[in-house]
């Protein structure tokens, strides 16, 4: 039997990074429906994973120099669309908009089958182990807009 094979990462793609994700019952409230707030779990696994394809650890760039490398969400800006339910099958995508300076913008979207469900545009703060801000290094910079 021929399987393809794929990756627990997702995989970058011409426009960014693309996470297949399946809803599960603990993602959802009592009618079924995916909790809004779980938007955010799946959100937050596209940029991390996001970020694993890239061959970016983020727990290295914590000790990358003596100043230390942190993401953290600044601002998020979400669209509900339509709802998820369990057992559906999710594509998550996640592309940058602006790498450069001390933040990153990533416009994500949630959908299932081709229909959008989440649209979402994230601002990432690029600070120190002190969580001060920090430029983010153009090499660094360059993979996430290449």
């Known amino acids: 039997m021929n399987q393809k ?6 995989e970058l793609t ?5 996470l297949t994700q399946r809803v599960y019952y603990e ?8 909790y809004h707030a779980r ?5 937050e696994r596209g940029r991390t994973d996001y970020l694993r394809c890239l061959g970016v650890e983020q727990s290295a760039l914590i000790g990358m120099d003596e100043e230390g ?5 600044h601002r998020m800006e979400i669209d509900f ?13 996640t592309a940058t908009t602006k790498a450069g300076g001390a933040k990153m913008v990533l416009e994500q979207e949630i959908s299932r089958a081709g229909d959008l469900l989440i649209a979402a545009r994230v601002v990432i703060a690029v600070v120190n182990r002190n ?7 153009e090499g660094l910079a360059a993979r996430f807009l290449s």
């Open 5 to 10: 094979t794929i990756s627990l990462c997702g």
């Open 14 to 18: 011409e426009n960014g990074h693309r």
């Open 27 to 34: 993602d959802t409230d009592f009618s079924g429906l995916v």
């Open 39 to 43: 938007y955010l779990h799946f959100l």
């Open 69 to 73: 490398l942190i993401f953290v969400v």
């Open 81 to 93: 669309k339509a709802p998820a339910r369990m057992d559906d099958v999710l594509e998550i995508r």
């Open 131 to 137: 969580g001060r801000p920090r430029r983010l290094p």
